[in-house]
């Protein structure tokens, strides 16, 4: 049977039905069903169908026919909890993609009604106008839903100041399982009479609610929580009248387990007028946490812990990382924000603070924005750079985020540690200590079953601890399958017995979440690593150095975080900002990558056509492998994926076209005029046809002489004797058939450097358009042509200069996972410069001319394009140093991707996704631009992209420092 005949012949019965009744998508193909069988959880439950839901009228059709199949539904929105509570069998329901508008703002009440799936941060810009925030603020915030936050109870970084999204929630509209639906807020004794005396569901509802709160009231009363961060189990206590018999409030934290919300309203703070930073270093962890409640003695809005082992990963993964720097001495820190209505105020406070703890941490105070949103970038990626450790262990969530009352936090520390030793496990912690809460994450052994039963053992006696210091299993991300089966060594029987109640009076069916709070699912059940174990080799092709050439180690990266969900901000990932479609994010592309090699729901093996299509639309930008907070690299999975996928079977037509190219245009250089007349001419269409290249795209036009064939005087096979400050300037593709005039603009700069500038004698090539296409032998091949043909460069220890970024990248990077032990490939890899980085290093002199005319005033502004590749591989403080030493102003653009990517955005299907990423937020911002404001691209496809979409004509560096000096240069090729 046939991959595709499998999928039709696993389509439910009740998938027509379900598709008849709805405005909005439902999808039961394997490749989706495996992208939701997970959140950011250790679990994995592949669900029947997940519905896409435009409006509420959707959410009842699926309630209707759940209901009529016994369908278990589970609500998600960005599916970055760690408890396991967002994924179930039957129908989850994604708010994200559709139910996701503000649907009005009250700034005088400071009130916003909103939609599940509205994003936080999109909540925060809009009230941000009006002076006001949403006060939980998760370190997902730029992807969390408010449907998630209201599921999880989420408090985030702030809850000190603003507490958790129970106590910000006014209103709730929800959907039961039967159909009925209900307007859940504060109920006054008279309304609640009222709502009792009615004899239908909701009637039904509010009497056994009634009775509940009466029958527990004594023992809700007489065991309040010690910490402010409950978030197990249920919130009984706002059914008590002197909370208002609040049933929005008591809703929030059930994490879908008893209805479906549909909207919500939330109430609104204050945004301080301005912020400041205390950091505080400790001598360890401990000191650090026995200072907290001294600590919050003083105003403040934060109070946030981290710790030795995680700065120690920041400082391996992101060594440029300005945070860094801006840490006192310690092991162990404090960053303590403070805030009010001006920078005077904040700054007195945060003062205050560092005089007060002197004595016992080294202090610093932070009051400039950029530099506190370094340090709080740490703090929020921590999740993710705990899970890879220095030493390259696997770090897993599960004992994620229990808190104590925040004067118990030091001891608890110490015996968290004293336990973590027990067991034979190492952790790395960091959290919200201004309320106790603690995220870590544990090298637990989740592919044995001895291994399952010791994470189990481990979680008991976890568990006993925190509520022998008086705390909550969970303090922000809610119990899921994760903590469930261990709420009874927290709550006594009579408690769960009324959690039971509350659930069945809602949710009588048990459809709703089903396993989570009541009735669980054991916290050793579902286990992904266990249960989806690859099945086919997943040794690779590729070195994949990060994970001992393991894919299956590699996509286990993925912790389910989301940071590739962004809107906005660095370059992960642009084809899911395009398509807002889970499969195109990195997360999805991980997750089904491991699913393939499971073979469970994603079926064919290295052949599967559902992984195929989710990378199809990968750019393989390398945004994901600097943005990433645990470096997922999917531009060289993509490679190795494509390599097996194609092995010995014919390939799509733009492989042999974009991915020969540099055969192709080394043919063509015999007649580059007639080539140029044709690409161009009546024959284009059909040319474009066979080659599988997007009709909308002019090829490009090929220069009448290579920049090989312009300078045959500089050509050489080795360094020439005697030669001073030589350098060889490495004649990528892209440069020397189509744009010579930037080697020859650089030729000028680094002469006026004082170099020697010479390049081969003959054509050479990295092998990227093999590689990018999956075509990993042919690729090794021409690397290792190349490097041999060069050999004698790094022998003398003379520096390959790069123009073309990805060229440059690959080289220094890739070449080193296609041919790891071949040493002229190390060597060329050794001696590989980017131009900025040489002229950084060897300033060159201007022109006699230019010296002699008056300096401007102000340094001109340019823009900058940086290449993915450069963002990924490279760096921009060379260049920035480079443009800043010749009078220039660079104006970085966070802009993401420009969208064409190489072959990416020539290939056929891709036009339209290409063009959405440059729409994103490049192409807007270079329309912008005063007129005559000059825009650098380093990048080859950056330029073409430019070309095409913004009539603009882009410069090079090399021909930017060039004009600069007063050297002879060229506008364009």
Known sequence: MTETSHTAARTPEFATPLRNSLTGQARFDPGTRALYATDASNYRRVPSGVVFPRDADDVAATLAVARDHGLPITSRGAGTSVAGNAMGDGLVLDFSKHMNRIEHLDPARRLARVQPGVVLDTLRATAARHGLTFGPDPSTHSRCTLGGMIGNNSCGTHSVAWGKTVDNVRELDVLLSDGTRLTLSRTDRQQLETLCRRQDRTGQLYRGLRDLADEFAPLLRADPPATTRRVSGYNLDQLLPENGFDLARALVGSEGSCATVLAATVELVQEPGARAMTVLGFDDTYAAADQVPHVRQHPTLAVEGLTEQLVEVVRERNPNSPALELLP?????????????????????????????????????????????????????????????????????????????????????????????????????????????????????????????????????????????????????????????????????????????????????????????????????????????????????????????????????????????????????????????????????????????????????????????????????????????????????????????YRHRPRPAAHYSMGFLPLWLAAARWAPGLVNRVSRGRAAPALKRLGGIAPERDLPLLARRSLLESCP?????????????????????????????????????????????????????????????????????????????????????????????????????????????????????????????????????????????????????????????????????????????????????????????????????????????????????????????????????????????????????????????????????
């Open 329 to 645: 001495r310690g092991r162990s820190w404090l960053f303590v924000e403070t805030g009010g209505p001006d920078a005077a105020t904040a700054a007195r406070d945060a003062h205050a603070i560092a005089e007060r703890f002197a004595g016992h941490a080294d202090c610093a105070v932070h009051t400039d924005p950029a530099r506190m949103a370094a340090l709080w970038k740490i703090r929020e990626e921590g999740s993710g750079y705990s899970t890879r450790m220095t030493d390259g262990s696997q770090r897993w969530s599960g004992w994620e985020d229990a808190a104590v009352p925040s004067e118990n936090l030091g001891s608890y520390l110490r015996e968290f540690d004293q336990l973590l030793e027990r067991f034979g496990y190492r952790g790395a912690s960091y959290g919200h200590y201004g309320e106790g809460c603690i995220h870590v994450r544990i090298d637990f052994d989740l592919t044995s079953r001895a291994g399952a039963s010791d994470y189990r053992a481990f979680l008991e006696a976890a568990a006993d601890l925190v509520v022998a210091h008086g705390g909550s299993l969970s303090g922000e991300h809610g119990d899921g399958q994760a903590r469930s089966a261990l709420l009874p060594r927290m709550y006594s029987p009579q408690m769960l017995r009324a959690f039971d109640r509350f659930k069945t009076l809602f949710d009588p069916e048990g459809l709703h979440n089903p396993g989570v709070i009541t009735r669980p699912r054991g916290v050793d059940e579902d286990l992904r690593p266990l249960v989806a174990a690859p099945r086919i080799p997943s040794r690779t092709e590729l070195a994949l150095h990060a994970d001992d050439g393991d894919l299956a180690s590699a996509t286990h990266r993925c912790v389910g975080v989301g940071k590739c969900l962004n809107p906005s901000g660095g370059v992960m990932c642009p084809s899911y900002r395009a398509t807002g479609d889970e499969k195109h994010s990195t997360r999805g592309r991980a997750h089904l990558l491991a699913e393939m090699l499971s073979g469970k729901t994603v079926g064919g093996g290295w052949r599967s056509e559902q992984t195929r299509q989710a990378l199809d639309l990968c750019l393989s930008c390398k945004g994901c492998k600097t943005d990433c907070p645990v470096g997922v690299d999917m531009a060289t999975y993509k490679a190795e994926f494509l390599h097996r996928h």
């Open 713 to 973: 005087s500089r050509r050489a096979a080795h360094p020439p004797d005697g030669a001073q400050a030589p350098v060889l300037l490495f004649p990528d593709t892209f440069t020397n058939h189509f744009e010579p005039g930037i080697g020859q603009d650089a030729v000028a700069v680094l002469e006026a450097a004082g170099h020697q500038v010479h390049l081969p004698d003959t054509t050479v090539c990295c092998g990227l358009t093999w590689y990018s296409t999956g075509q990993l032998d042919t690729a090794r091949r021409t690397l290792r042509r190349t490097a041999r043909k060069l050999r004698a460069w790094p022998q003398q220890q003379t520096p390959v200069v790069g123009l073309e970024p990805s060229c440059t990248a690959f080289l220094r990077n890739d070449a080193l996972e296609l041919a790891p032990h071949d040493p002229e490939v190390r060597s060329l890899a050794a001696a590989t410069r980017t131009f900025a980085e040489q002229v950084d290093q060897h300033p060159p002199s201007p022109h006699t001319d230019t010296a002699s005319r008056p300096a401007r005033q102000q340094p001109e502004q340019v823009l900058v394009q940086r290449h993915c590749h450069q963002y990924a591989e490279l760096g921009f403080d060379a260049d920035r140093s480079a443009l800043e030493a010749a009078g220039l102003n660079p104006r970085v653009l966070d802009a993401g991707c420009c969208g064409l990517a190489g072959n990416f955005g020539f290939e056929r299907g891709h036009y339209d996704v290409s063009m959405a990423c440059a729409e994103d937020a490049l192409l807007p911002e270079i329309r912008s631009a005063p007129d005559g404001t000059e825009v650098l691209a380093d990048g080859f496809s950056c330029r073409t992209q430019l070309r095409h979409a913004a009539a603009a004509e882009p410069l090079h560096l090399a021909t930017a420092l060039a004009r600069q000096l007063g050297l002879p240069h060229h506008r364009s090729s």
